[in-house]
């Protein structure tokens, strides 16, 4: 098992730069991802990359704008998030997906973004 731990949300304004953190537990060869959920509506994917970063994997909504990567070394995985917008506004949530597994497995409370107009 691993445990992560999301940080690095807050309230900015829209065209603002934030970067979301994902502290795991211990080194890792799992996929790492990014998920998303606003008020009234679904979690949706928002960013994933392989245990090496050799693929990355972006939400339509928010390709060019978002950036995934990850530190092996620091046991970290990162979104950094440029030009937002209001709609970008939602709880942020850090998941790891196991080798073995189709889906994601472990997951964190998740760090809140809002941005405002």
């Known amino acids: 098992q691993v445990q992560v731990v999301e940080s690095g949300g807050g309230l900015v304004q829209a065209g603002d730069s934030l970067r979301l953190s994902c502290a795991a537990s211990r080194r890792t060869l799992y996929t790492m991802g990014w998920f998303r959920q606003a008020p009234g509506k679904e979690r949706e994917f928002v960013a994933g990359?392989?245990?090496?970063?050799?693929?990355?994997d972006y939400a339509d909504s928010i390709k060019d704008r978002f950036t995934i990567s990850r530190d092996n070394a620091e046991n970290t995985v990162y979104l950094q998030m440029n030009s937002l917008k209001p709609e970008d506004t939602a709880v942020y949530y850090c998941a790891a997906r196991s080798l073995s597994s189709d889906e994601y497995d472990y997951w964190g409370q998740g760090t809140q973004v809002t941005v405002s107009s």
């Open positions: 990359i392989t245990w090496n970063g050799g693929s990355r």
